[in-house]
T-cell receptor, first 115, second 113 residues
Framework: QQQVKQSPQSLIVQKGGISIINCAYE??????FPWYQQFPGKGPALLIA?????SEKKEGRFTISFNKSAKQFSLHIMDSQPGDSATYFC??????????????FGTGTRLTIIP | NAGVTQTPKFQVLKTGQSMTLQCAQD?????MYWYRQDPGMGLRLIYY???????DKGEVPNGYNVSRLNKREFSLRLESAAPSQTSVYFC????????????FGPGTRLTVT
Protein backbone atom coordinates (compact mmCIF):
# COMPACT_ATOMS: atom_id res chain seq x y z
CA GLN A 1 0.00 0.00 0.00
CA GLN A 2 1.74 3.10 -1.25
CA GLN A 3 0.41 6.14 0.55
CA VAL A 4 2.52 8.69 -1.33
CA LYS A 5 2.70 8.34 -5.10
CA GLN A 6 5.59 10.05 -6.87
CA SER A 7 6.20 10.68 -10.56
CA PRO A 8 8.07 10.53 -12.81
CA GLN A 9 10.46 7.73 -11.89
CA SER A 10 13.22 9.41 -13.87
CA LEU A 11 13.61 12.82 -15.48
CA ILE A 12 16.15 14.33 -17.85
CA VAL A 13 16.26 18.12 -18.13
CA GLN A 14 18.59 20.43 -19.98
CA LYS A 15 20.76 22.82 -18.03
CA GLY A 16 18.83 25.99 -17.34
CA GLY A 17 15.46 24.31 -17.68
CA ILE A 18 12.74 23.68 -15.11
CA SER A 19 12.53 20.30 -13.38
CA ILE A 20 9.12 19.30 -12.01
CA ILE A 21 8.42 16.31 -9.78
CA ASN A 22 4.92 15.48 -8.60
CA CYS A 23 3.51 13.68 -5.57
CA ALA A 24 0.01 12.74 -4.50
CA TYR A 25 -1.35 11.38 -1.23
CA GLU A 26 -4.58 10.06 0.22
CA UNK A 27 -4.13 10.22 4.00
CA UNK A 28 -5.55 13.51 5.30
CA UNK A 29 -3.71 12.97 8.59
CA UNK A 30 -0.43 14.00 6.96
CA UNK A 31 0.62 17.34 8.44
CA UNK A 32 3.99 18.14 6.92
CA PHE A 33 5.49 17.51 3.49
CA PRO A 34 9.28 17.51 3.08
CA TRP A 35 11.42 16.84 0.04
CA TYR A 36 14.71 15.01 0.44
CA GLN A 37 17.66 15.05 -1.96
CA GLN A 38 20.02 12.10 -2.21
CA PHE A 39 23.34 11.93 -4.02
CA PRO A 40 24.84 8.55 -4.97
CA GLY A 41 26.40 6.78 -2.01
CA LYS A 42 24.98 9.25 0.50
CA GLY A 43 22.02 9.39 2.82
CA PRO A 44 19.02 11.60 1.98
CA ALA A 45 19.14 15.20 3.19
CA LEU A 46 16.28 17.61 3.71
CA LEU A 47 15.94 20.03 0.78
CA ILE A 48 12.75 21.98 1.43
CA ALA A 49 9.46 21.37 3.22
CA UNK A 50 5.95 22.79 3.45
CA UNK A 51 3.03 22.71 5.85
CA UNK A 52 -0.49 22.26 4.40
CA UNK A 53 -1.66 25.70 5.52
CA UNK A 54 0.37 27.38 2.75
CA SER A 55 0.15 26.85 -1.01
CA GLU A 56 3.73 27.61 -1.97
CA LYS A 57 7.17 27.79 -0.44
CA LYS A 58 10.26 29.02 -2.21
CA GLU A 59 13.90 28.68 -1.22
CA GLY A 60 16.30 29.91 -3.86
CA ARG A 61 15.75 27.92 -7.05
CA PHE A 62 13.55 25.35 -5.29
CA THR A 63 9.78 25.79 -4.92
CA ILE A 64 7.12 23.52 -3.46
CA SER A 65 3.58 23.98 -4.73
CA PHE A 66 0.85 22.48 -2.54
CA ASN A 67 -2.78 21.81 -3.48
CA LYS A 68 -4.62 20.66 -0.38
CA SER A 69 -7.96 20.01 -2.06
CA ALA A 70 -6.35 17.83 -4.73
CA LYS A 71 -3.99 16.22 -2.20
CA GLN A 72 -1.04 16.91 -4.47
CA PHE A 73 2.27 18.68 -4.09
CA SER A 74 5.17 19.23 -6.42
CA LEU A 75 8.80 20.31 -6.46
CA HIS A 76 9.96 22.80 -9.06
CA ILE A 77 13.67 23.37 -9.65
CA MET A 78 14.26 26.53 -11.65
CA ASP A 79 17.38 27.08 -13.76
CA SER A 80 18.37 23.43 -13.23
CA GLN A 81 22.11 22.82 -12.92
CA PRO A 82 24.25 19.68 -13.35
CA GLY A 83 24.87 19.76 -9.58
CA ASP A 84 21.14 19.19 -9.08
CA SER A 85 21.49 15.71 -10.59
CA ALA A 86 20.36 13.44 -7.75
CA THR A 87 17.44 11.34 -6.57
CA TYR A 88 14.57 13.29 -5.03
CA PHE A 89 12.05 11.86 -2.59
CA CYS A 90 8.84 13.47 -1.49
CA UNK A 91 7.54 12.50 1.93
CA UNK A 92 4.60 13.07 4.23
CA UNK A 93 4.52 13.08 8.00
CA UNK A 94 2.07 11.69 10.52
CA UNK A 95 2.13 12.21 14.25
CA UNK A 96 0.76 9.59 16.61
CA UNK A 97 -1.28 10.47 19.68
CA UNK A 98 1.98 10.29 21.63
CA UNK A 99 3.71 12.72 19.30
CA UNK A 100 5.76 10.07 17.53
CA UNK A 101 6.72 11.18 14.06
CA UNK A 102 6.69 8.87 11.06
CA UNK A 103 7.57 9.78 7.49
CA UNK A 104 6.08 8.01 4.48
CA PHE A 105 8.26 8.38 1.40
CA GLY A 106 7.48 8.39 -2.29
CA THR A 107 9.35 6.02 -4.56
CA GLY A 108 11.87 8.60 -5.73
CA THR A 109 12.75 10.44 -8.94
CA ARG A 110 16.18 10.20 -10.48
CA LEU A 111 16.91 13.62 -11.98
CA THR A 112 19.65 14.09 -14.56
CA ILE A 113 20.59 17.55 -15.78
CA ILE A 114 22.38 17.50 -19.13
CA PRO A 115 24.59 20.32 -20.45
CA ASN B 1 29.97 16.72 15.53
CA ALA B 2 29.70 13.62 13.31
CA GLY B 3 25.86 13.62 13.03
CA VAL B 4 24.53 10.11 12.36
CA THR B 5 27.10 7.35 11.88
CA GLN B 6 26.51 3.79 10.69
CA THR B 7 28.70 0.70 10.69
CA PRO B 8 29.56 -1.22 8.67
CA LYS B 9 29.41 0.53 5.29
CA PHE B 10 29.23 -2.72 3.35
CA GLN B 11 28.44 -6.30 4.32
CA VAL B 12 27.96 -9.58 2.50
CA LEU B 13 26.13 -12.36 4.32
CA LYS B 14 25.17 -15.88 3.44
CA THR B 15 21.54 -16.93 3.83
CA GLY B 16 20.84 -17.84 7.45
CA GLN B 17 23.69 -15.80 8.95
CA SER B 18 22.99 -13.13 11.52
CA MET B 19 24.39 -9.66 11.96
CA THR B 20 23.78 -6.36 13.70
CA LEU B 21 23.87 -2.97 12.01
CA GLN B 22 25.00 -0.20 14.32
CA CYS B 23 23.81 3.40 14.37
CA ALA B 24 24.83 6.26 16.63
CA GLN B 25 23.99 9.97 16.73
CA ASP B 26 25.72 12.74 18.65
CA UNK B 27 23.01 15.41 18.31
CA UNK B 28 21.11 14.50 21.50
CA UNK B 29 18.09 13.53 19.40
CA UNK B 30 15.19 11.73 20.99
CA UNK B 31 13.82 9.72 18.06
CA MET B 32 15.69 7.30 15.83
CA TYR B 33 14.64 5.29 12.78
CA TRP B 34 15.73 2.42 10.58
CA TYR B 35 14.77 2.44 6.88
CA ARG B 36 15.55 0.20 3.97
CA GLN B 37 15.93 1.54 0.45
CA ASP B 38 15.21 -0.64 -2.55
CA PRO B 39 15.13 0.38 -6.23
CA GLY B 40 11.73 1.71 -7.24
CA MET B 41 10.37 1.47 -3.70
CA GLY B 42 11.73 4.53 -1.96
CA LEU B 43 12.54 4.38 1.73
CA ARG B 44 10.44 2.12 3.89
CA LEU B 45 10.38 2.31 7.66
CA ILE B 46 11.46 -0.87 9.44
CA TYR B 47 11.42 0.18 13.11
CA TYR B 48 11.61 3.37 15.06
CA UNK B 49 12.28 4.50 18.60
CA UNK B 50 10.56 7.64 19.82
CA UNK B 51 12.67 7.78 22.96
CA UNK B 52 15.19 5.77 24.93
CA UNK B 53 13.62 2.51 26.05
CA UNK B 54 10.81 2.43 23.48
CA UNK B 55 10.62 0.84 20.05
CA ASP B 56 7.80 0.40 17.54
CA LYS B 57 7.27 -1.42 14.28
CA GLY B 58 7.19 0.42 11.01
CA GLU B 59 5.96 -0.66 7.61
CA VAL B 60 8.29 -3.66 7.04
CA PRO B 61 9.44 -5.09 10.42
CA ASN B 62 9.39 -8.83 9.62
CA GLY B 63 12.80 -10.47 9.91
CA TYR B 64 14.31 -7.66 11.97
CA ASN B 65 14.76 -6.75 15.61
CA VAL B 66 16.00 -3.52 17.14
CA SER B 67 17.55 -2.31 20.37
CA ARG B 68 17.66 1.27 21.63
CA LEU B 69 20.75 0.77 23.74
CA ASN B 70 20.78 4.35 25.06
CA LYS B 71 19.85 7.76 23.75
CA ARG B 72 22.73 7.75 21.24
CA GLU B 73 22.57 4.23 19.82
CA PHE B 74 19.95 2.27 17.90
CA SER B 75 20.90 -1.11 16.43
CA LEU B 76 19.16 -3.29 13.85
CA ARG B 77 19.57 -7.06 13.98
CA LEU B 78 18.96 -9.64 11.29
CA GLU B 79 18.66 -12.98 13.07
CA SER B 80 18.58 -15.19 9.96
CA ALA B 81 19.37 -13.22 6.83
CA ALA B 82 17.42 -13.89 3.63
CA PRO B 83 18.14 -12.73 0.05
CA SER B 84 15.01 -10.51 0.27
CA GLN B 85 16.88 -8.47 2.87
CA THR B 86 19.48 -7.39 0.34
CA SER B 87 19.12 -3.63 0.49
CA VAL B 88 20.67 -0.36 1.57
CA TYR B 89 19.84 0.40 5.19
CA PHE B 90 19.65 3.93 6.55
CA CYS B 91 19.46 5.11 10.11
CA UNK B 92 17.96 8.53 10.86
CA UNK B 93 17.27 10.68 13.89
CA UNK B 94 15.24 13.73 14.85
CA UNK B 95 15.19 15.89 17.93
CA UNK B 96 11.46 15.43 18.55
CA UNK B 97 8.02 15.84 17.00
CA UNK B 98 8.13 19.66 17.18
CA UNK B 99 11.15 19.60 14.90
CA UNK B 100 11.00 18.83 11.24
CA UNK B 101 14.26 17.52 9.86
CA UNK B 102 15.27 13.89 10.02
CA UNK B 103 19.03 13.51 9.73
CA PHE B 104 20.19 10.43 7.86
CA GLY B 105 23.37 8.40 8.16
CA PRO B 106 25.46 7.38 5.13
CA GLY B 107 23.89 3.93 4.86
CA THR B 108 24.92 0.29 5.00
CA ARG B 109 24.84 -1.70 1.78
CA LEU B 110 23.92 -5.30 2.65
CA THR B 111 24.00 -8.21 0.21
CA VAL B 112 22.61 -11.60 1.22
CA THR B 113 23.64 -14.49 -1.06
Amino acid sequence: QQQVKQSPQSLIVQKGGISIINCAYENTAFDYFPWYQQFPGKGPALLIAIRPDVSEKKEGRFTISFNKSAKQFSLHIMDSQPGDSATYFCAARTLSNFGNEKLTFGTGTRLTIIP
Amino acid sequence: NAGVTQTPKFQVLKTGQSMTLQCAQDMNHNSMYWYRQDPGMGLRLIYYSASEGTTDKGEVPNGYNVSRLNKREFSLRLESAAPSQTSVYFCASIMGSRYYEQYFGPGTRLTVT
